[in-house]
T-cell receptor, first 116, second 116 residues
Framework: AQSVAQPEDQVNVAEGNPLTVKCTYSVSGNPYLFWYVQYPNRGLQFLLKYITGDNLVKGSYGFEAEFNKSQTSFHLKKPSALVSDSALYFCAVRDPRMRGSYIPTFGRGTSLIVHP | EAGVAQSPRYKIIEKRQSVAFWCNPISGHATLYWYQQILGQGPKLLIQFQNNGVVDDSQLPKDRFSAERLKGVDSTLKIQPAKLEDSAVYLC??????????????FGPGTRLTVL
């Protein structure tokens, strides 16, 4: 079985400061990991994914995430937060060993609030 | 390129009524997904299509939910009859191929359903 946890319901950060949104996962073998962002009344937008290779993945809007196998984590980071980054962020995991069906498991989401 | 289109954006019905949602995926995307997102939770996959065939519908409440993708392009999701607990945002997503779980999913804006 696969699962993902986002331990923080909300993250508050001041504009210009670095931000981190945490994600941990549980899956047998090597996971495929994704981050999505959801703005109010909008669908999810893809930010980045980790499949294999370099543990540091760079994505859209200046976001990056670091895959840490020993800690089973895939935290989302940005060096300098913008007010416009305020949104709901979802981490998702897929077990690549599953054949024929690729049901991803999404976390509950973390609300990021960037204060001016 | 145009994104995933969904309609309607909002729908309010009374319990025991029927409702249908429509999705037009990104052109050329073979795989289409329907998700249910209840307030405060991450999206939950209801059904996955590969062209016009169902890949996985294990999480679809088949006593009241149905979905089809007859020509392998557009899709409709129907609820009949609706219950109060069906109040949620219904998201449609598509991906290019879907035969590999590395595919990125692109989401539509969603349909917000309120059942009174």
């Amino acid at each position: 079985a696969q699962s993902v946890a986002q331990p923080e319901d909300q993250v508050n950060v001041a504009e210009g400061n670095p931000l981190t949104v945490k994600c941990t996962y549980s899956v047998s073998g090597n996971p495929y990991l994704f981050w999505y962002v959801q703005y109010p009344n909008r669908g999810l937008q893809f930010l980045l994914k980790y499949i294999t290779g370099d543990n540091l993945v760079k994505g859209s809007y200046g976001f990056e995430a670091e895959f840490n196998k020993s800690q089973t984590s895939f935290h989302l980071k940005k060096p300098s937060a913008l007010v416009s980054d305020s949104a709901l962020y979802f981490c998702a995991v897929r077990d690549p060993r599953m054949r024929g069906s690729y049901i991803p498991t999404f976390g509950r989401g973390t609300s990021l609030i960037v204060h001016p | 390129e145009a994104g995933v289109a969904q309609s309607p954006r909002y729908k309010i019905i009374e319990k025991r009524q029927s409702v249908a949602f429509w999705c037009n995926p990104i052109s050329g995307h073979a795989t289409l997904y329907w998700y249910q997102q209840i307030l405060g939770q991450g999206p939950k996959l209801l059904i996955q299509f590969q062209n016009n065939g169902v890949v996985d519908d294990s999480q679809l409440p088949k006593d009241r939910f149905s979905a089809e993708r007859l020509k392998g392009v557009d899709s409709t999701l129907k609820i009949q009859p609706a219950k109060l607990e069906d109040s949620a945002v219904y998201l449609c997503a598509s991906s290019f191929e879907g035969t590999g779980s590395t595919d990125t999913q692109y989401f539509g804006p969603g349909t917000r359903l309120t059942v009174l």
